[in-house]
């Protein structure tokens, strides 16, 4: 009786769902996502001084829409606004105006996107499987898949790629024409490169398989469908074609695989002597990085249930079963061909990785129905204490997996160390500029909104002409810092106009320096061991006098004073 009245509550027996249904179990899916938004916000602001690691790159810079005399001549910040996509900007601008800070619109754009990601992730499930206890289902894997990931928390272009992507295929398969090409565009607007993602897809509806062979798609929709949606991306894309970026051209294979930056060790690991880290999960070269939540392998059983419709009768209800070849054949074909024209179309993994865990979180979740179905079927009339037992196993598992897989969420938020440093920094002239070698400068245009020379965050090294001002930046504050020369270190702090020197109690240290992010610079790095082991470096001799303030064993130099006493026999 027991199973019978759960099966019947939890799958209706009608192939069209009731209105008060879909909204019982879309609320449900809502109050799945505020419970995994709730961690979510009390991290984000548990401290003023936390940040998304990418938004420290893609937000930092928009304190400029406040105060335009901020980051002048600032070549990091004129790189990442030149690059950041029209509606982004736009969007952040248009918040902005209302008051509200890039820092706190970067922690406040997540949750709305999260929860629109899970309203369309139960609507679309349904169009594959009309069950809305299976759109719960899809809701709550998606929200274990967004918060598994820190695309979305970094509240970056990528980060409303996940909810036009759903929107997209939504409208793709109730064949809406106009919301079709509204997306396309916005997708463009947002983050172009998922753009040829949505193209490969319209190019797939227009071939169908029947008998045995492959067809062209009868409906005269479908084709006005992906004939006008091609043309939108075509339209959306040709600006990006036809400029020119004053920071390219973008580098090529050959050229990135004579730069440490793109081995292990390097800011953009992405080559790799093993073929399966590189070709598999590699976190930009490979098909697949990461397997999370790993709840969704239950994906890969759907096709299996569909070979038993008698077993597992739920697998008749099924609809738009091609989703499930077409988004994989996309996702590979892109893949290859982003390889194959390096770097042209940017990161390979970029093109497979989403598109293949929302194939997977979608079968996930009519897997796991209709197996749940078949198990309270089976458990009708015979009540087994094993079949129960299974059954709820596998719903604590799918339940409870933030809880035993750490961390969740993984935000990658990360918390500046040094309120002071900051807050003594804000209070200087706008046009002042920090040098250091240290891990912290990645934080100190978010949080004092002053320019650095150079941060391991900023040394991105996909346009050639930023990345060769970047690596020559970081290899001229690299001889200067480890110089026994005053001089050496004096043209340095004139040529870069810095105002004041930060290192750390591990700076003059060969084992913290041989792990620091600028072993990425070798030849650079052997020449600062080389004078280490010869003696002080000036920087560090004249440290005591010229430091105006200390925190966390972060000292703070005067660049002026290091010059006076360059100046004056020491």
Not at 103 to 118: E, F, G, N, R
Not at 224 to 232: C, D, E, F, N, T
Request: aromatic share 12%; with cysteine.
């Amino acid at each position: 009786m027991l199973a019978k009245q759960l099966h019947s509550w939890l799958i209706p027996t009608t192939d069209v769902p009731t209105v008060a249904q879909r909204r019982l179990w879309f609320w449900v899916s809502m109050a799945i996502a505020i419970a995994h938004l709730i961690p979510v916000l009390y991290e984000a602001f548990s401290s003023p001084y936390i940040v998304q690691d990418d938004a420290r790159q893609h937000v930092f810079w928009m304190w400029r829409f406040i105060d335009p005399t901020l980051f002048p001549n600032d070549l990091i910040a004129d790189y990442f606004q030149s690059v950041a996509p029209w509606a982004y900007t736009l969007l952040y601008r248009g918040l902005m105006s209302l008051g509200l800070t890039p820092l706190l619109l970067s922690k406040l754009i997540p949750p709305v996107l999260a929860l629109i990601t899970t309203g369309l992730a139960y609507r679309l499930s349904l169009l594959l499987l009309p069950v809305p206890f299976v759109g719960a289902l899809a809701a709550l894997l998606t929200n274990q898949l967004i918060w598994s990931h820190d695309d979305l928390a970094s509240a970056s272009p990528r980060a409303f790629m996940l909810p036009i992507f759903l929107a997209f295929l939504q409208a793709l398969l109730q064949r809406q024409i106009g919301w079709s090409l509204i997306l396309m565009v916005l997708q463009g607007l947002f983050y172009p490169q998922y753009v040829f993602v949505f193209s490969g897809l319209l190019v797939l509806q227009l071939v169908q398989w029947q008998h045995g062979r492959l067809s062209w798609a009868p409906e005269r929709r479908t084709w006005i469908l992906s004939l006008s949606g091609l043309v939108a991306a075509f339209l959306v894309l040709l600006p990006f074609v036809l400029s020119t970026s004053e920071y390219g051209p973008v580098i090529t294979r050959q050229e990135a695989l004579q730069l440490p930056e793109f081995y292990p060790g390097g800011r953009s690991v992405f080559f790799n002597n093993e073929p399966f880290a590189f070709w598999i999960n590699g976190m930009r070269s490979g098909l697949l990085p990461t397997f999370k939540p790993p709840i969704m392998g239950f994906g890969l059983l759907l096709p299996l249930l569909l070979r038993y419709p008698q077993r597992f009768p739920l697998v008749r209800r099924l609809q738009n079963l091609n989703v499930f070849v077409q988004l994989p054949a996309v996702a590979i074909a892109l893949f290859l061909a982003a390889h194959l024209l390096l770097f042209r179309l940017h990161l390979p993994s970029r093109y497979s990785a989403y598109t293949l865990r929302f194939t997977l979180i979608l079968a996930a979740a009519c897997s796991l129905g209709i197996l749940l179905d078949a198990a309270l079927r089976a458990l009708q009339g015979r009540q087994s204490l094993w079949r129960w037992g299974a059954i709820t196993l596998v719903s604590l598992l799918v339940l409870a997996y933030p809880f035993y897989l750490s961390p969740v969420p993984n935000t990658n938020y990360t918390e500046g160390r040094l309120p002071k440093i900051y807050g003594f920094l804000a209070e200087q002239p706008k046009d002042s500029r920090i040098a250091s070698l240290s891990r912290d400068a990645d934080t100190i245009p978010t949080f004092s909104h002053r320019s650095v020379v150079v941060s391991r965050e900023f040394t991105i090294p996909y346009h050639v002409g930023y990345s060769n001002q970047i690596r020559q930046r970081a290899i001229d504050l690299m001889e200067a810092q480890y110089s026994r020369l005053p001089i050496a270190l004096g043209e340095v702090i004139r040529t870069y106009n810095i105002d004041y020197w930060l290192v750390d109690d591990n700076a003059f240290k060969p084992s913290a320096l041989k792990k620091s992010w600028v072993r990425q610079y070798p030849e650079a790095l052997q020449s600062a061991l080389a004078q280490l082991s010869i003696g002080q470096p000036y920087l560090a001799q004249v440290a005591d006098q010229c430091e105006v303030l200390e925190e966390r064993d972060r000292h703070l130099l005067d660049a002026q004073c290091i010059l006076r006493t360059i100046k004056k026999p020491y």
